[in-house]
T-cell receptor, first 118, second 110 residues
């Protein structure tokens, strides 16, 4: 149990479908993140939310739409995806998004949603 | 953003000490060095973090020389279950961004 729960664990969708990935953290953290991990590639930071406000959008295509209704929940809405979007999508949380130096705030990851776009 | 470079892969045997070195030549004054471990089909797990000198916890030790341009993760007496990908990251104290590199795939053999 990592304290960060992602559902579903596996998802297969067609290119015309609309689906959503869900993330919930039980750690009382204030920051949440979406990362994408493609085969044999480093994790790519997609979005960062701090206190429900989006603070980072890393040039992600608009077919990925994040939503953070409160500090415990994060969604990634998917529509008209491409096969190259198939990947492991990881959600993470941290106490704060550190800006300006100071002590760290380690990321706590969920176990991801394995997405396959057909 | 400070870029990190680490070996793509390493092999070891059970019971050995494993040292994985990471270089981060353009690390900034406010940056922290952080290591994560990732097993297949799981999210990365925080192992250890440091700013300078030596940090030790129940899992590993982290050695950081005075110039902070490199760091070494030391895993004592590895077991088969330590087979994983290990990521060295520099947490930017100015932006809060944590950028992952390719990581080091450690294979522990019996």
């Amino acid at each position: 149990e990592t304290g960060v729960t992602q559902t579903p664990r596996h998802l297969v969708m067609g290119m015309t479908n609309k689906k959503s990935l869900k993330c919930e953290q039980h750690l009382g953290h204030n920051a949440m993140y979406w990362y994408k991990q493609s085969a044999k590639k480093p994790l790519e930071l997609m979005f960062v939310y701090s206190l429900e406000e989006r603070v980072e959008n890393n040039s992600v295509p608009s077919r990925f739409s994040p939503e953070c209704p409160n500090s415990s929940h994060l969604f990634l809405h998917l529509h008209t995806l491409q096969p190259e979007d198939s990947a492991l999508y990881l959600c993470a949380s941290s106490q704060v998004v550190m800006v300006g130096g100071g002590d760290n705030s380690p990321l706590h990851f969920g176990n991801g949603t394995r997405l396959t776009v057909t | 953003l400070a870029k990190t470079t680490q070996p793509i892969s390493m092999d070891s045997y059970e019971g050995q000490e494993v040292n994985i070195t990471c270089s981060h030549n353009n690390i900034a004054t406010n940056d922290y060095i952080t290591w994560y471990q990732q097993f297949p089909s799981q999210g990365p797990r925080f192992i250890i973090q440091g700013y300078k000198t030596k940090v030790t916890n129940e899992v590993a030790s982290l050695f950081i020389p005075a110039d902070r341009k490199s760091s070494t993760l030391s895993l004592p007496r590895v077991s088969l279950s330590d087979t994983a990908v290990y990521y060295c990251l520099v947490l930017s104290g100015n932006t809060g961004k944590l950028i992952f590199g390719q990581g080091t795939t450690l294979q522990v053999k019996p």
